[in-house]
């Protein structure tokens, strides 16, 4: 006779939660399922974005904090990798690469602008990263940050960069919301009212701007770190010979 009582039932879930733990698989850490789940989420809001704005925004939003999560689980579960850091990045450039995608189509006008920005937040995010992995780390916020006090503050304070990240996807995410209406109306004046959704628009605005600064000391400060391995390289190459 099989036991199913729950005292076995628990001692079943404990032992399949401690096999994930230990899996020696990186693929199967835990902070990378729940960057699957990120994936997931995103696919669905993606598909439904042109209609359906609050669904889609739901699990848009979601995906994005999860990308605090997983860096928290990464770090209390010594499960940190060069994987995770890349796969981690990727999921957030792409997801809001998608989301300008829909912009562009919802703001004609704007196109250029989401153009831009998403060619130097790509740009900016894959040589820094790129750049970390040359210098032999597991992440792109390990890396000699002591010459530049702007990216030192940025990725040493959680909290900054907490605020800066959910800062800069509430704009674009209002921006999403505001093509389908204006929200709750939270301020009126002489028969014109303004809506939540633009009041959180222009509130978080001046993040958006000062995250795209720091994409571009991103790029510069990346580039002069490469140019200085390359430099460090050829050097060593000229000794050899």
Known sequence: MTDSSPENSQITKESLFEKVLKTKNVFLFVPNLIGYARVLLSIVSFYIMPTRPYISITCYLSSEFLDAVDGHAARALGQCTKF???????????????LCFILAMFYPKWTFFFQIWTAIDVASHWLHLHTATAKGSDSHKKINLSGNPILRLYYTSRKVLFAMCAGNELWFSMVYILHFNEGPAVISYG??????????????????????????????????????????????????K
């Open 84 to 98: 995770g850091a890349m796969f981690d990045m990727l999921i957030d450039r792409c997801s809001t690469m998608c």
């Open 191 to 240: 028969g014109y009212a303004i809506g939540l959704w633009r009041i959180i628009l222009y509130a978080v605005t001046p993040i958006m701007i000062l995250k795209q600064i720091i994409s571009l000391i991103h790029l510069y400060t990346a580039a002069l770190d490469m140019t200085v391995i390359d430099e460090t390289e050829r050097g060593n190459q000229t000794k050899n």
